[in-house]
């Protein structure tokens, strides 16, 4: 009796321990994307309203079924989409996205200079 309920208390935490994975690495990601889609509106200088450019132009375009099934996930559309929440990037009227550089936190920015680093 006692095994059943050993086994049982360590199949509960390998399971706690895995589902808190899940998050975790699904939060390292999006964390990721997010850098990496400032990172793309800072290469393209889609700082502002003279420098906004449309979601093709900057690799931004939503996949279609077809790329969703057969690619691993890209969570840059989910990065876009919580960066337009906090207000960070603006959609125009006509379509074209502009990054307001001035809303980044401090942590968020990059520096000119690193961008030619690479």
């Known amino acids: ?48 309203m003279n420098g906004a450019k449309m979601p093709h132009e900057l690799g931004l375009e939503s996949q279609n079924f077809f790329q969703r099934i057969t690619r691993p996930r890209d969570y840059k559309q989910y990065a876009l989409q919580i960066l337009m929440k906090r207000e960070i990037i603006l959609l125009n009227e006509n379509g074209r996205l502009h990054m307001v550089e001035e809303r980044l936190e401090p942590a968020l920015r990059k520096k000119k200079s690193d961008l030619f680093s690479h």
């Not at 360590?10 to 321990?17: G, T």
């Open 1 to 48: 009796m006692e095994g059943n309920i050993g086994k049982t208390l360590l199949f509960l935490i390998v399971m706690i321990v895995a589902f808190g994975g899940v998050f975790y690495v699904r939060a390292f990601l999006t964390r990721r994307a997010i850098f990496k889609v400032i990172e793309i509106f800072y290469k393209h200088n889609a700082l502002g």
